[in-house]
């Protein structure tokens, strides 16, 4: 600055000098005033001694006060002065660490889940303090876990650290780099962040150890990667999501990660597509959903692909993604694929498991035994298990019983594309053999005895690729033996999808007898479906058929069947003579089975011709030789129900409530709903003959419950009338109606007009 001359002075020197001489004057001061201070203490003495003052020293009084009281000024302002500017500052205090949230953002439209939520945050409340989600690919495990650390958030407000140990993707990054990340994230100086990696981790867990931090682990490779990276303490949780089902880190709590539920799956569908795209088209929003497998990862690639799409194009979607060699194409955008999902996994297999997968995409069924996987893969049963284990840790097969397997329908979708680049047609044709073969033996042998929902949609679908690879012989065989397994089954359009390929195989073959097995296949269909004049035509061809090309047994047969389907249609004459011809066929080739099975059909005849002392003597002469036949429980039942309802048309009631009953336990012991509806049925109409109506409609409500459980349309109909014909006796007649009416709208979806006409007919009374 200047002085009032304009000359510069340097504030800051003259600060420095002017201090310099104050320490320098008041040094002297005080070395002064100590001296002189001597002199009125030993005065002081002096006169508590003698009591005066010595007269020499008595003008030098107050010229020593004053420089005492000078030297203390001095030293009072010195302190100050100390105490204002200090010589040494102190040193400042530490930072404290840092509480880092780096948490990835979480996704949109999240859905469901809300099972597996609740089970993590129990785990939490329990204790547990690393916890693993894992599932396959694309079921949502990384969303579902970002999701939950957020709401975790306020519990851990020391720091929430994140991860992508890029597992899924084979890229592993190193496990020091991972660390090294973690400290800095943590505040580490760049000096700990270098070294082992042991020795990166002692410093991870000192610097976790005794703070509440939560540790997001996403898409861990296996168990050796996530344990390096746990921190310590008993206030940190780690969430660890992977592909491996990490049975290797016993510390874990695992949450599996399966498929979304329907509901779920059209929750995600519709809130990705858009306000009303999918709520506007149900069932082709349920075929689309269904069409992905219900994994989420699809969901939303299906859905995002409907947003840039006109409102109403729901129906065009589920078409694409119905046909299979082309689904994963669909399921992607620019930098997301379903197939590359599957695929990063399927390149994490050894060459071995690589192989046992690409020949389970032959196998049309999601689920797979070991003795079919054996046979695809020309394999021991032994070394196949082993490979579906190591499937199943790699989350692209789980377990489905003591001796099967299932795979998602894209993993074997996957599985069949790789098997088209990387395998011979020769080969690939080798392969559809050996499992059409074993799929034959199986139902020759066992009946289909441990088959279930799958194969009757799988069975099917194989025969078809079997045409369609001109494998006529073996298509014709497995239809052959599945039949009468696929005959018993709720629901026969898989069964006449499978013997119109036949039809078809058969016609190019030339080879009529081919040809008349799919006709009576396609008319017993068609029966069971209701469609009773379509099965006529078939049956009939059939029997005409068969009299050129066909053994008597299988002339019986069809004609049998034929007899069974004209009495269906009231065709009562016709039917007649159906069933003396299938008769007189059976005894002079001495076929007892058979006629009792034909008796079996006589008797329900008669009995819809109201005459039941016919129908007894029939259905009593067929009972002995049915009780007798193994590996049909279904028949002697059969006979007893139907005897039980002829009885009851007699008027023996008696008689008619022991077989009815004795049939109901033997249903009820092999499991068979459809006919244990049907006798609670017959027993409810017993009672209201009996007059006892409450007992009847209870009798006819459970008939109802058991045909839902059966999945049987036309059972359901039935038993809701029977239900509302009670009810209207009792005087219920709002009750009535409502059965009526559910009545009527099944015989509509099951396109019986003339039953909805007649039920109709009641509701109008």
């Given amino acids: 600055m200047t002085n009032a001359y304009g000359v510069g002075t340097d504030q800051g020197a003259g600060d420095r000098d002017g201090g310099t001489v104050l320490r320098t004057h008041s040094t002297a001061v005080l070395v002064t005033g100590s001296a002189l201070l001597s002199v009125p203490l030993a005065l002081a003495l002096h006169t508590a001694a003698c009591g005066t003052l010595p007269p020499v020293f008595a003008p030098l009084l107050w010229p020593l006060a004053a420089a005492v009281a000078a030297g203390a000024a001095c030293t009072a302002v010195r302190r100050a002065r100390t105490r204002r500017s200090p010589a040494v500052p102190p040193p400042p205090a530490p930072a404290p660490p840092p509480d880092p949230a780096e948490l990835p953002a979480a996704a949109d439209h999240f859905t469901g889940r809300a099972v597996e939520t609740d089970a993590v945050l129990r785990m939490v409340r329990a204790g547990h303090h690393v916890i693993a989600v894992t599932g396959a690919p694309g079921t949502g495990k990384s969303a579902l876990a970002v999701r939950l650390a957020h709401e975790l958030r306020?519990?851990?407000?020391?720091?929430?650290?994140?991860?992508?140990?890029?597992?899924?993707?084979?890229?592993?990054?190193?496990?020091?780099?991972?660390?090294?990340?973690?400290?800095?994230?943590?505040?580490?100086?760049?000096?700990?962040?270098?070294?082992?990696?042991?020795?990166?981790?002692?410093?991870?867990?000192?610097?976790?150890?005794?703070?509440?931090?939560?540790?997001?682990?996403?898409?861990?490779?296996?168990?050796?990667?996530?344990?390096?990276?746990?921190?310590?303490?008993?206030?940190?949780?780690?969430?660890?999501?992977?592909?491996?089902a990490l049975r290797d880190l016993p510390e874990a709590a695992s949450v599996p990660l399966g498929p979304l539920t329907e509901p779920d799956a059209l929750a995600l569908l519709a809130a990705v597509a858009g306000p009303g795209r999918a709520t506007?088209?149900?069932?082709?929003?349920?075929?689309?959903?269904?069409?992905?497998?219900?994994?989420?990862?699809?969901?939303?690639?299906?859905?995002?692909?409907?947003?840039?799409?006109?409102?109403?194009?729901?129906?065009?979607?589920?078409?694409?993604?119905?046909?299979?060699?082309?689904?994963?194409?669909?399921?992607?955008?620019?930098?997301?694929?379903?197939?590359?999902?599957?695929?990063?996994?399927?390149?994490?297999?050894?060459?071995?498991?690589?192989?046992?997968?690409?020949?389970?995409?032959v196998c049309p069924a999601a689920r797979v035994t070991v003795r079919i996987a054996a046979a695809a893969a020309a394999d021991d049963p032994a070394g196949v298990r082993s490979g579906l284990d190591r499937l199943a840790d790699a989350q692209l097969a789980r377990p489905a019983g003591p001796d099967a397997y299932e795979l998602h329908d894209l993993v074997r979708l996957l599985a069949a594309e790789r098997l088209d680049h990387e395998t011979a047609p020769a080969d690939r044709r080798a392969v559809l053999e050996r499992i059409l073969t074993a799929y034959t033996e199986d139902a020759s042998a066992h009946g289909g005895g441990a088959w279930g929902a799958p194969e009757q949609h799988a069975i099917p679908r194989l025969v078809r690729t079997a045409v369609r690879e001109g494998l006529h012989r073996h298509a014709h065989a497995l239809a052959l033996a599945a039949d009468p397994w696929l005959e018993g089954r709720p629901g026969q359009s898989p069964r006449v999808a499978m013997w119109a390929a036949v039809l078809d195989a058969a016609r190019r073959s030339g080879e009529q007898g081919w040809t008349a097995h799919a006709m009576r296949g396609l008319g017993s269909a068609y029966a069971h479906q209701g469609q009773l004049d379509r099965a006529v035509d078939h049956l009939g061809m059939a029997a005409t058929l068969q009299r050129h090309a066909g053994s008597r047994a299988e002339q019986t047969t069809t004609r049998r069947l034929l007899g069974a389907v004209l009495r269906g249609a009231g065709r009562y004459e016709e039917a007649l003579r159906e069933l003396h011809t299938?008769?007189?066929?059976?005894?002079?080739?001495?076929?007892?089975?058979?006629?009792?099975?034909?008796?079996?059909?006589?008797?329900?005849?008669?009995?819809?011709?109201?005459?039941?002392?016919?129908?007894?003597?029939?259905?009593?002469?067929?009972?002995?030789?049915?009780a007798r036949r193994t590996g049909d429980p279904a028949g002697p039942a059969d006979a007893r129900r139907h005897l039980g309802t002829a009885y009851a048309q007699a008027g023996g009631f008696v008689p008619a409530e022991r077989h009815l009953r004795s049939a109901l336990a033997l249903y009820r012991r092999d499991g068979l709903p459809a006919a244990e509806g049907w006798t609670l049925c017959e027993l409810g109409r017993l009672e209201e003959r009996r007059g006892s109506y409450g007992e009847g409609v209870e009798l006819h409500r459970a008939a109802l419950a058991a045909f839902e459980r059966a999945g049987l349309g036309a059972g359901v109909a039935a038993a809701a009338e029977a239900v509302g014909d009670n009810l209207l006796v009792q005087g219920d007649q709002l009750g009535a109606d409502e059965q009526y009416r559910r009545a009527a709208a099944v015989h509509r979806l099951l396109g019986d007009h003339v039953r909805e006409a007649e039920v109709r007919r009641k509701l109008g009374r």
Avoid: K, W
């Avoid at 190193?174 to 760049?190: E, H, Q, R």
């Avoid at 076929?591 to 029939?618: F, N, S, W």
């Fill in 154 to 244: 306020p519990l851990f407000p020391e720091g929430r650290v994140y991860a992508d140990l890029g597992g899924g993707r084979g890229e592993p990054p190193a496990t020091s780099a991972v660390l090294a990340g973690f400290l800095a994230a943590l505040g580490a100086p760049a000096e700990e962040r270098s070294g082992t990696g042991a020795a990166l981790a002692a410093r991870f867990r000192g610097r976790t150890a005794g703070r509440r931090i939560l540790l997001l682990l996403d898409d861990a490779a296996d168990a050796v990667q996530a344990r390096a990276l746990l921190p310590a303490g008993e206030h940190c949780l780690t969430l660890i999501t992977s592909r491996d």
């Fill in 280 to 361: 506007a088209e149900p069932d082709h929003a349920r075929s689309a959903v269904h069409s992905c497998g219900r994994l989420p990862l699809a969901v939303r690639l299906a859905a995002g692909l409907q947003r840039s799409r006109p409102t109403g194009q729901i129906p065009v979607l589920a078409g694409r993604l119905a046909a299979e060699r082309d689904r994963l194409h669909h399921l992607r955008t620019e930098d997301l694929a379903v197939r590359a999902a599957f695929e990063a996994a399927y390149a994490g297999l050894g060459a071995g498991d690589r192989a046992l997968l690409r020949v389970l995409g």
């Fill in 582 to 626: 299938a008769l007189e066929g059976c005894r002079a080739a001495n076929d007892t089975a058979g006629e009792a099975e034909v008796l079996l059909g006589l008797g329900l005849l008669h009995m819809d011709r109201r005459r039941p002392d016919e129908a007894i003597d029939c259905l009593e002469r067929a009972l002995p030789v049915l």
